[in-house]
């Protein structure tokens, strides 16, 4: 693929021609069809590239798990020559180095009885450097949803990018989201990412531990694309991001170490709307209004960009809690899904009072419903 061009793609190892399996994290009695359909066992590393100006290749991964003692008997080659790797681990997802000072062409594992190989691909900061970045990861998501997010938080917050990491959407083509964002006026760059996503595992104490490829992306996105971007909002296409005084770019910026994180409430269609719903039509206060989890905008260039970035804090960061910002949050839209955790938020009931401040903004910002060109 032309790496000039909006979209690129991962350059990921895979398992499937190998004896190698990824072991289980769900017992066997909470491994249902969508368990099944969704954990991820063969993927050894989800992409690779080259840090010029780190002199080395990086390489982002799932949870080795089981496959850790292959792996470090294995010999590891960057275009036929051995190579050193050091592991990191985190609580989701893996990041690897190799000392390279010139760019390799290729990376290769060499297993008994068993090898990988894949590109190393180029990092792609330019698009992003010196900028307000939206990051969010999406499947299958409508395109109009799409577009009014991006529309949204480039008019209230000064987003001027949008980097969209696509996890196999087969509804439309990465070349589709590009162009729909930059109708709205960003620059825009779709990573396709055609990957299992991973399950939630159902009766355990910690249900969302076989899904590795979000926060892998989130740190996929940190260490390839968005380094030298100004600062970076984290929000998911269902999120609308409100602050007060100053954007939440700012807000980060500002920040000793470049954090502000802040929570959200949930906001549902009013009666009358209609469907196909849209952000615009969230203007109605649920009947049980309950917060959501803080998600928040980061500046690369500070303290936080070097802290791993998960979906709702910095890995490792302590004491996240008492950053959180009381002037910022966001509306968490009821109806802006495809249903594909689960249903029972399409059908969220109502308490009949409405947010009279939020439809004012949501229709200047917005329109009045009508589907935009």
Same mark, same amino acid.
């Given at each position: 693929?032309?790496?000039?061009?909006p979209v690129?793609?991962?350059?990921?190892?895979?398992?499937?021609?190998?004896?190698?399996?990824?072991?289980?994290?769900?017992?066997?009695?909470?491994?249902?069809a969508?368990?099944?359909?969704?954990?991820?066992?063969?993927?050894?590393?989800?992409?690779?590239f080259w840090r010029?100006?780190?002199?080395? #290749?990086? #390489?982002?991964?799932?949870?080795l798990?089981?496959l850790?003692r292959?792996?470090s008997?294995?010999? #590891?080659l960057?275009d036929g020559?051995?190579?050193?790797?050091?592991?990191?681990r985190?609580?989701?997802h893996?990041?690897?180095?190799?000392?390279?000072?010139?760019r390799?062409?290729r990376?290769r594992?060499?297993?008994?009885?068993?090898?990988?190989?894949?590109?190393?691909?180029r990092?792609?900061?330019?698009? &992003?450097?010196?900028?307000? #970045?939206?990051?969010?990861i999406?499947?299958?998501?409508?395109?109009?949803?799409?577009?009014?997010?991006?529309? &949204?938080h480039?008019k209230?917050?000064?987003?001027?990018?949008f980097?969209?990491?696509?996890?196999g959407?087969?509804?439309?083509?990465?070349g589709?989201?590009?162009?729909v964002?930059?109708?709205?006026?960003?620059?825009?760059?779709?990573?396709?990412?055609?990957?299992p996503?991973?399950?939630?595992?159902?009766?355990?104490?910690?249900?969302?531990?076989?899904?590795f490829?979000?926060?892998?992306?989130?740190?996929?996105?940190?260490l390839?694309?968005l380094?030298?971007a100004r600062?970076?909002?984290?929000?998911?296409?269902?999120?609308?991001?409100?602050?007060?005084?100053?954007?939440?770019?700012?807000?980060?910026?500002a920040?000793?170490?470049?954090?502000a994180p802040?929570?959200?409430?949930?906001?549902?269609?009013?009666?009358?709307?209609?469907?196909p719903?849209r952000?615009?039509?969230?203007?109605?206060?649920?009947?049980?209004?309950?917060?959501c989890?803080?998600?928040?905008?980061?500046?690369?260039?500070r303290?936080?960009?070097r802290?791993?970035?998960?979906?709702?804090r910095?890995e490792?960061?302590? &004491?996240?809690?008492r950053?959180?910002?009381?002037?910022?949050g966001?509306?968490?839209?009821?109806?802006?899904?495809?249903?594909?955790?689960?249903?029972?938020?399409?059908?969220?009931?109502?308490?009949?009072?409405?947010?009279?401040?939020?439809r004012?903004?949501?229709?200047?910002?917005?329109g009045d419903?009508e589907?935009?060109s």
């Amino acid at each position: 693929m032309d790496e000039t061009a909006p979209v690129t793609e991962l350059n990921p190892a895979g398992l499937s021609a190998t004896p190698l399996r990824r072991d289980d994290m769900a017992p066997p009695e909470a491994r249902d069809a969508r368990y099944e359909a969704n954990y991820d066992r063969t993927t050894l590393w989800y992409d690779a590239f080259w840090r010029e100006d780190r002199g080395e #290749v990086t #390489v982002i991964a799932p949870l080795l798990l089981n496959l850790a003692r292959p792996l470090s008997q294995a010999r #590891v080659l960057l275009d036929g020559r051995p190579a050193r790797l050091r592991r990191r681990r985190f609580q989701r997802h893996e990041i690897w180095r190799l000392p390279a000072p010139a760019r390799p062409e290729r990376l290769r594992v060499e297993g008994e009885g068993w090898v990988v190989e894949a590109a190393v691909g180029r990092v792609r900061p330019e698009p &992003f450097a010196g900028r307000n #970045v939206l990051l969010t990861i999406s499947r299958n998501n409508d395109l109009q949803w799409v577009r009014d997010h991006a529309l &949204f938080h480039r008019k209230t917050q000064g987003a001027e990018a949008f980097l969209f990491i696509d996890n196999g959407s087969d509804a439309y083509a990465p070349g589709d989201i590009a162009r729909v964002i930059e109708e709205t006026g960003l620059a825009a760059h779709v990573v396709s990412a055609p990957v299992p996503y991973g399950p939630v595992i159902r009766g355990v104490s910690n249900p969302h531990r076989a899904k590795f490829f979000r926060p892998a992306m989130m740190n996929l996105a940190r260490l390839r694309y968005l380094y030298g971007a100004r600062a970076v909002l984290n929000s998911d296409i269902d999120e609308l991001v409100w602050s007060e005084g100053r954007s939440v770019f700012d807000m980060a910026v500002a920040h000793p170490i470049g954090f502000a994180p802040f929570r959200g409430r949930w906001r549902v269609p009013a009666p009358e709307a209609q469907p196909p719903l849209r952000h615009v039509d969230h203007f109605v206060l649920p009947e049980e209004e309950h917060a959501c989890p803080i998600k928040y905008a980061v500046a690369p260039g500070r303290l936080a960009g070097r802290f791993n970035w998960d979906v709702h804090r910095l890995e490792r960061l302590p &004491f996240k809690h008492r950053f959180v910002r009381q002037e910022a949050g966001y509306w968490h839209c009821a109806a802006v899904s495809t249903g594909w955790k689960s249903s029972g938020r399409l059908t969220m009931p109502g308490s009949g009072r409405v947010d009279e401040a939020l439809r004012a903004l949501l229709r200047r910002v917005l329109g009045d419903g009508e589907a935009s060109s």
